[in-house]
């Protein structure tokens, strides 16, 4: 299942892909759900497929996905895929400034939680710059002020059980600006993210009156 933001916020469906937002006018989400529902059959129990396999394998696919997108469009939306007990959700941004709004990181938990989400990755093109060990942080400017800022792709992931995996992979570009792949990851350790994309998925399975409360505040945001 996919489900993604238009108009009219988010909608979903079995049968048919719905027409949800692309990262770029001109482009969409590469329709991959089928292989994830293969990798990631949600008939398999938490021994045959433990929560940091399934989370490994989430970020790949998020990865491939947005290499593809880059490629063909030259940037990317901020996009959330979601692992469920009915497959794959992906939802994806109108526009990139829309993950500048403050209601924008509560929209992609209440998301989560109505899907009763197990696995979560968030994909993001970012500038930022990557301190040395040892270098302290206090005195620096913010990345938006740094002239040695460089692009990235982030892609912070989650899991039910307090499972976290992050990657941020460099932007290449060639002298005229168009993407030509992404460089070796920043080493990251498996820790959760803080402050904005905190928590993206609860501390405990949602249960169904959460995931009801979940689906009446997305209304109520107009995102269903």
């Not at 930022?128 to 990235?152: F, M, T």
């Not at 892609?155 to 290449?172: E, F, M, Q, S, V």
Request: hydrophobic fraction near 40%; charged fraction near 20%; include cysteine.
């Amino acid at each position: 299942m996919v489900a993604g933001r238009s108009s009219k916020g988010v909608s979903s469906a079995n049968a048919e892909k719905p027409k949800s937002p692309s990262l770029h006018p001109k482009g969409s989400w590469p329709n991959k759900e089928a292989t994830m529902k293969n990798e990631l059959s949600p008939e398999q129990s938490s021994a045959a497929a433990p929560r940091r396999e399934q989370l490994d394998a989430l970020l790949s696919h998020a990865q491939a996905c947005a290499q593809v997108v880059l490629r063909e469009h030259g940037q990317l939306f901020p996009t959330l895929c979601a692992l469920h007990v009915e497959g794959l959700g992906v939802y994806i941004a109108n526009t990139p400034d829309e993950a500048e709004d403050d209601s924008y990181p509560e929209d992609l938990r209440l998301i989560c939680s109505a899907l009763g989400a197990t696995v979560a990755v968030l994909v993001l093109e970012v500038w930022a710059r990557v301190v040395e060990r040892g270098e302290p942080l206090g005195l620096q400017p913010r990345p938006s002020l740094c002239s040695d800022r460089k692009e990235y792709l982030s892609l912070i992931g989650t899991a039910l059980g307090g499972i976290h995996a992050n990657r941020l992979l460099p932007i290449l570009r060639n002298r005229s600006g168009r993407f030509s792949g992404l460089d070796t990851a920043v080493s990251l350790a498996p820790k959760p993210v803080v402050a904005r994309y905190a928590s993206l998925l609860p501390q405990t399975p949602p249960t169904a009156e959460d995931r009801d409360i979940a689906r009446r505040l997305l209304a109520c945001r107009g995102l269903v």
